[in-house]
T-cell receptor, first 112, second 115 residues
């Protein structure tokens, strides 16, 4: 079945550091890929998405590129801020499916 | 303004005592989902409603039921909670589940404790 694997957390960085959170997936066909973010005390929010191979999703300085050849969708940001502290979830929806499949989440803490 | 509202934020129940979690939405979306999220694990879909059509996941235990009396409200009923049912329960909505790039809108969740 479809699945998503994220790098294990927690991840702790200093402000202005470069961030990478790895995400790989297993799915049939060409799934759509997402990153959701959950700030403390809030629900999950869509951060960015990509719907076909080589697409790059971007939002709030975060980027992720849909790599079909490596089945990956790694999240990157060039300079993180304290306000980026949250839990990040990689997810996919397969073609024709009716549900979002999540990775286990990666907790990110940014220290000033 | 909150668009998907879950109440209460924290719920404590006793082993075996039925409990109901509630979710409401102001988005007028067709689809409402319930996810279970245990600590440090991925959210797991329990079931969803597409309008009035109920869609249960194959591995959702019979102990979990749901009701959707109207477009705005959806309830999660746990008939006999066990210690293993302690988790965060997330409600989400979307306009249509059939698109592969459909965005989901989540509530803040209800953290359920079972004593």
């Amino acid at each position: 079945g479809d699945s998503v694997t994220q790098m294990e957390g927690p991840v702790t960085l200093s402000e202005e550091a470069f961030l990478t959170i790895n995400c790989t997936y297993t799915a049939t066909g060409y799934p759509s890929l997402f990153w959701y973010v959950q700030y403390p005390g809030e629900g999950l929010q869509l951060l960015l998405k990509a719907t076909k191979a080589d697409d790059k999703g971007s939002n709030k300085g975060f980027e992720a590129t849909y790599r079909k050849e490596t089945t990956s969708f790694h999240l990157e940001k060039g300079s993180v801020q304290v306000s980026d502290s949250a839990v990040y979830f990689c997810a996919l929806v397969s073609q024709g499916a009716q549900k979002l499949v999540f990775g286990q989440g990666t907790r990110l803490t940014i220290n000033p | 303004d909150a668009m998907v509202i879950q109440n209460p934020r924290y719920q404590v129940t006793q082993f075996g005592k039925p409990v109901t979690l509630s979710c409401s939405q102001t988005l007028n979306h067709n689809v409402m989902y319930w996810y279970q999220q245990k600590s440090s694990q991925a959210p797991k879909l329990l079931f969803h409603y597409y309008d009035k059509d109920f869609n249960n996941e194959a591995d959702t235990p019979d102990n979990f039921q749901s009701r959707r009396p109207n477009t705005s409200f959806c309830f999660l009923d746990i008939r006999s909670p066990g210690l293993g049912d302690a988790a965060m329960y997330l409600c989400a909505t979307s306009r249509d589940p059939r698109g592969t790039n459909e965005k989901l809108f989540f509530g803040s969740g209800t953290q359920l404790s079972v004593l």
